[in-house]
């Protein structure tokens, strides 16, 4: 059988309410950043912003997405992408660092041989 105890506190009116308000904000913030997360995964941008995002001049985002080496999508004559996608297509242009090659080509060599 376990015990609970309980323990009184005596506080002013102002000490309670700071408490509270402290409680609420703390209860808010954390609310507002996962919010603010799930948004930027599924947060849509134009050409424009798709431009700006990359850096790159907005000729160039055509020619990725005529080309078909950008992901995109097309409603109503006007062309989206996900932020989400942009990020991975940046990644995916990582250049292996020369420790990562030699590292590669260790674990190659290392392999039995098929005969």
Do not use: C
């Not at 995002?53 to 990725?64: G, R, T, V």
């Not at 950008?70 to 409603?75: A, E, L, Q, V, Y």
């Not at 004559?77 to 660092?97: A, C, M, N, Q, V």
């Amino acid at each position: 059988m376990s015990k609970t105890f309980m323990e009184i506190i005596i506080t002013t009116s102002i000490e309670l309410s700071r408490i509270v308000q402290n409680a609420i904000r703390t209860v808010l913030t954390e609310h507002s950043s996962k919010n603010s997360e799930s948004s930027t995964i599924n947060e849509f941008l134009s050409i424009n912003e798709a431009a700006n995002f990359l850096k790159i001049p907005k000729a160039s985002l055509y020619q990725l997405t005529s080309k078909r080496e950008i992901s995109f999508m097309k409603r109503s004559r006007r062309i989206f992408f996900k932020k989400s996608d942009l990020e991975l297509w940046l990644e995916g242009g990582r250049k292996k660092t020369r420790s990562e090659m030699e590292q590669e080509a260790l674990s190659e060599l290392s392999k039995p041989k098929r005969k």
